[in-house]
Nanobody
């Protein structure tokens, strides 16, 4: 059974940093592309970041480009989202999603095979 578990969320002041983790069981991230998405109350799920299955390519949503970094640690079977210079508008539940052996970026959450339960990030002004 595949499980993706996000962690690392919390409350942080504007300008601060958080690092989210997405740990997998039942699949190995070395063969999966991973996307991070977020959803704020009353809004649709928004694409945040993507890393392809080999880890050779990353892609970011315009609202986070230059502030967030996605990375993979295959030895730990974990994907990270380093979030710097956080803004109140970054407040949302953050989800990781996995898709087998995808090379090109996918910005639609519905296209992924697996997803986690999310972790709350709250940025105060």
């Amino acid at each position: 059974q595949v499980q993706l578990v996000e962690s690392g969320g919390g409350l942080v002041q504007a300008g601060g940093s958080l690092r989210l983790s997405c740990a997998a069981s039942g699949l190995t991230f070395s063969s999966y592309a991973v996307g991070w998405f977020r959803q704020a109350p009353g809004k649709e799920r928004e694409f945040v970041a993507f890393i392809n299955w080999s880890g050779s390519s990353t892609y970011y949503g315009d609202s986070v480009k230059g502030r967030f970094t996605i990375s993979k640690d295959n030895a730990k079977n974990t994907v990270y989202l380093q979030m710097n210079s956080l803004k109140p508008e970054d407040t949302a539940v953050y989800y990781c999603e996995a898709d087998w052996h995808r090379s090109a970026v996918v910005t639609s959450a519905a296209e992924y095979d697996y997803w986690g339960q999310g972790t709350q990030v709250t940025v105060s002004s």
